[in-house]
């Protein structure tokens, strides 16, 4: 995905983009080097009874990103993610600033981790009735319990949900390219058709699926209020 060059070229990346890049990098590398050391574990989202809970995974989860090759996701989360920051959060940084930006980054972040949590007993519910738990004997209160408490979820891409929302909000008719369709979509049709998607896969489970759809609605949700109260106070600071 990128931007359509008809004269809306964004320009220079901005301070806070680049470091929130650079942080993610770092901590991946830091979940590939010292595997052992289950850092990722320590660091993934998980629900408030878990034993393996821990409050700092509001804020690290966000930072964190697959490193299961068995998966398939192999590079391809974190790679989409920060191309997805470079692509919207550059031209957000330059309306708001650095500091304005990386605020409104950590609040969509922390906020679709909470809903995230808050959302991991009915995801429970929906694998516990789907056919995919007759492997573990059908549905059962017990496995419902077991997969809440081992339940675990990590990645950017809360937030980045919410920088998307933001920049459909203030940008709605710059124009897009994506992969493998040949000409250009306006952001207003693109970025909710995303926001539809993880709508359809939050609340009808389909086999295999992973993704961790209430954290993108949740930092979309976050984004758009958070945008929508700014744009209508028209405050140029919060903080």
């Given at each position: 995905m990128g931007f359509f060059d008809n004269g809306n070229r964004i320009g220079k990346t901005q301070t806070a983009v680049v470091t929130i890049i650079l942080i993610n990098v770092i901590v991946y590398a830091i979940q590939l080097l010292?595997?052992?050391?289950?850092?990722?574990?320590?660091?993934s989202l998980h629900y408030f009874t878990s034993p393996a809970f821990f409050p700092h995974q509001i804020?690290?989860?966000?930072?964190?990103?697959s490193v299961d090759f068995t998966r398939g996701s192999g590079f391809t989360h974190i790679l989409f993610n920060m191309f997805c920051l470079y692509t919207f959060g550059t031209m957000l940084e330059r309306v708001w600033?650095?500091?304005k930006f990386f605020m409104f980054?950590?609040?969509?972040?922390?906020?679709?981790?909470?809903i995230m949590m808050l959302a991991i007993p009915f995801t429970a519910e929906q694998f516990a009735k789907s056919a995919e738990a007759a492997r573990y004997g059908g549905y059962s209160a017990d496995l419902v319990t077991t997969y809440i408490n081992e339940y675990s979820?990590?990645?950017?891409?809360?937030?980045?949900?919410?920088?998307?929302?933001?920049?459909?909000?203030?940008?709605?008719?710059?124009?897009?390219?994506?992969?493998f369709i040949p000409i250009p979509i306006k952001a207003k049709y693109i970025i909710p058709a995303f926001i539809l998607f993880d709508l359809f896969g939050g609340f009808y489970r389909i086999a295999g699926?992973?993704?961790?759809?209430?954290?993108?609605?949740?930092g979309a949700l976050i984004g758009f209020l958070l945008v929508l109260y700014w744009n209508k106070t028209n405050r140029k600071t919060f903080y």
């Open positions: 010292f595997k052992s050391y289950k850092i990722t574990e320590w660091g804020i690290t989860s966000v930072f964190m990103h600033g650095a500091k980054y950590m609040i969509c972040g922390i906020g679709a981790s909470i979820a990590l990645g950017a891409s809360g937030a980045i949900m919410g920088v998307e929302a933001a920049f459909v909000y203030l940008f709605p008719n710059v124009e897009l390219m994506i992969m699926d992973n993704i961790g759809h209430f954290a993108h609605l949740g």
